[in-house]
DNA sequence: CTTTTAATTTACCAATTGGTTAATTAAGAG
DNA sequence: CTCTTAATTAACCAATTGGTAAATTAAAAG
């Protein structure tokens, strides 16, 4: 998988609240199908489709055992989104954004205030 | 917006390639709707609604100059982003699944060789 | 006032998503 | 062999997504 479809496909399997609680469920052990829908409202199949949208995106892994089909967290892939996201610290932490933001306003309300210049 | 939600929305921003192409493009300042739209081979109604997902997701805010629309980076969102991501991170730093992966497969394979235990 | 440029809105389309119910497969248990 | 449990597949549906072309709005420029 290219980089960019491997993101591609981790951001959008985490953008849905089931799946980021069936991660999260997984991160204290492994469980079966069963054991994971067990918290949700939603039919068994639903579960399945999530967990094969994980599973396209390499964040969990398929065991077999007799009738139950354990899934592993597989973190790899969150590994490649925290690098991403890392690019962008400093415009959260050192509040660039923010302080573009107010010299803009400050530049714009001085134009207001003095058109000529 | 619950901070659910925030997660929901911004994840799926991220999922497409070309938002975030175009988080990288203003991660170097801001620009207009055509400055932005310049890279790619889409339509620029195409552009305006992936910048209305952005918007929604709160990683940019657009402000108004003239008959342009700058666009300017919003990072805010990137730390929940972070935070979540960063909960996972012993599991790709220590190897922590593939550690388990490994133990389970031992365990199989006993079972397979000496099945009676 | 007319024209040009920037951008959005509207209306439409095909593909994908997240869900359902019903049927099917797989394996252990009586 | 039959029954039960676990899980998947198949078929379907409504809503969303990512794209288009055409029409519209907004503002500057001639």
């Keep these: 998988m290219a980089p960019d479809d491997a993101l591609n496909a981790t951001f959008a399997a985490l ?6 609680a069936i991660l999260a469920r997984l991160a204290q052990g492994e469980a079966s199908v069963k054991q ?8 068994a199949p639903a579960i ?3 967990l094969k949208v994980l599973e396209r995106a390499g964040l969990i892994t398929r ?7 354990p899934c592993r967290l597989h973190a790899g892939p969150l590994r ?3 690098d991403w996201v890392e690019e962008y610290r ?3 932490e ?6 573009e933001d107010y010299l803009r306003e400050l530049q714009a ?4 205030h003095d058109p000529q210049s």
Tied chains: 1, 2.
């Design 48 to 50: 399945t489709k999530h």
């Design 90 to 92: 400093r415009f959260w």
């Design 63 to 69: 065991g077999r055992e007799a009738q139950w089909r």
């Design 15 to 20: 953008a849905d609240p089931t799946r980021r």
């Design 80 to 82: 490649q989104v925290a």
């Design 94 to 99: 050192q509040r660039l954004d923010r302080l």
């Design 36 to 43: 994971l829908a067990e918290p949700f409202a939603i039919s």
């Design 109 to 112: 309300q001085e134009q207001r």
